[in-house]
């Protein structure tokens, strides 16, 4: 899905409503610029994993990974999370509301849910499956009273920063098709597929990526495979071997060298280290 709407001149798309049960790790992944993923545990448990550090995760959780925020999801297999989640991007004019602009100041937030926030995650989500008249225009606005919201938790009592960023984009819906390629196969996705994707040449894609990313894509392939290769590591069924395929590498011995450059350890000793962690706990 995608809905494009405007609130004073500035321009929101929202790309997915979704509702499910998290039963397996979500891998360390990140959001293109301008893009809000805004999470709310509805049931069971699990851990977030982030650059600002580690929180755990329970029935009425809140929490928005913006752009470049590195994040991943663990949820406890005896009781895993159920979440309800938005994506959209915000792209603001000079003349923007002033809540976009508060809203927009913070990459990374966590708290608790209240009962408006809540009210509004399900009531997107029942329009989202219906086939009503004038659909999007109610998502629109439910989307609209949820930045809202979200920007009275963030400041409660209506202190701002002094200086908000501001910022344009014009490749909304084509750097939304690299994050969802990167987080679904990155160790096949090449630079190729995601121009042939995005409908321009590779050398166009490259630069949009180090537009929007800051980054090269054989370095966010990279950083991908890595965060990956962890992940299944950390499952106790699978081999050092197994994991260098699934992540794309074709010698053991490369991945395994790749692998200890990135975390300073080997696989064989990184999933030790988990085992022993898990033991302890």
Same mark, same amino acid.
């Given at each position: 899905?995608?809905?494009?709407?405007?609130?004073?001149?500035?321009?929101?798309?929202?790309?997915?409503?979704?509702?499910?049960?998290?039963?397996?790790?979500?891998?360390?992944?990140?959001?293109?610029?301008?893009?809000?993923?805004?999470?709310?545990?509805?049931?069971?448990?699990?851990?977030?994993?982030?650059?600002?550090?580690?929180?755990?995760?329970?029935?009425?959780?809140?929490?928005?990974?913006?752009?470049?925020?590195?994040?991943?999801?663990?949820?406890?297999?005896?009781?895993?999370?159920?979440?309800?989640?938005?994506?959209?991007?915000?792209?603001?004019?000079?003349?923007?509301?002033?809540?976009?602009?508060?809203?927009?100041?913070?990459?990374?937030?966590?708290?608790?849910?209240?009962?408006?926030?809540?009210?509004?995650?399900?009531?997107?989500?029942? $329009? @989202?499956? &219906?086939? =009503?008249?004038?659909?999007?225009?109610?998502?629109?606005?439910? !989307?609209?009273?949820? #930045?809202?919201?979200?920007?009275?938790?963030?400041?409660?009592?209506?202190?701002?920063?002094?200086?908000?960023?501001?910022?344009?984009?014009?490749?909304?819906?084509?750097?939304?098709?690299?994050?969802?390629?990167?987080?679904?196969?990155?160790?096949?996705?090449?630079?190729?597929?995601?121009?042939?994707?995005?409908?321009?040449?590779?050398?166009?894609?490259?630069?949009?990526?180090?537009?929007?990313?800051?980054?090269?894509?054989?370095?966010?392939?990279?950083?991908?495979?890595?965060?990956?290769?962890?992940?299944?590591?950390?499952? $106790? @069924?699978? &081999?050092? =071997?197994?994991?260098?395929?699934?992540?794309?590498?074709?010698? !053991?011995?490369?991945? #395994?060298?790749?692998?200890?450059?990135?975390?300073?350890?080997?696989?064989?000793?990184?999933?030790?280290?988990?085992?022993?962690?898990?033991?302890?706990?």
């Amino acid at each position: 899905m995608a809905i494009t709407f405007y609130y004073n001149e500035g321009k929101v798309q929202i790309f997915k409503i979704y509702s499910g049960t998290i039963d397996e790790t979500v891998m360390m992944h990140a959001h293109t610029k301008n893009g809000y993923e805004l999470h709310l545990i509805d049931g069971g448990n699990g851990i977030l994993d982030t650059e600002y550090g580690r929180y755990d995760l329970s029935k009425n959780s809140l929490y928005v990974t913006g752009p470049n925020v590195l994040h991943k999801q663990t949820p406890d297999f005896k009781n895993p999370m159920h979440e309800l989640c938005v994506y959209f991007k915000i792209s603001k004019s000079q003349k923007s509301d002033k809540v976009f602009e508060l809203f927009t100041s913070k990459p990374f937030w966590i708290g608790k849910s209240n009962a408006a926030i809540r009210h509004i995650f399900k009531t997107m989500l029942e $329009e @989202n499956t &219906s086939d =009503e008249f004038l659909k999007e225009n109610i998502l629109s606005s439910l !989307a609209i009273r949820l #930045i809202v919201e979200m920007t009275r938790l963030y400041y409660p009592a209506e202190r701002a920063p002094a200086d908000l960023m501001t910022s344009s984009d014009l490749n909304e819906n084509r750097s939304w098709i690299l994050d969802q390629l990167l987080l679904e196969d990155c160790s096949k996705v090449t630079l190729s597929d995601f121009a042939k994707n995005m409908g321009v040449s590779p050398r166009q894609a490259e630069r949009i990526i180090m537009e929007y990313y800051g980054s090269s894509f054989k370095k966010l392939r990279y950083e991908a495979k890595m965060a990956m290769a962890a992940t299944l590591l950390e499952q $106790e @069924n699978i &081999s050092v =071997e197994e994991c260098a395929i699934r992540c794309g590498y074709t010698s !053991a011995s490369a991945f #395994i060298n790749t692998f200890k450059k990135k975390y300073s350890v080997t696989p064989k000793a990184y999933k030790q280290l988990i085992k022993t962690t898990r033991q302890r706990n």
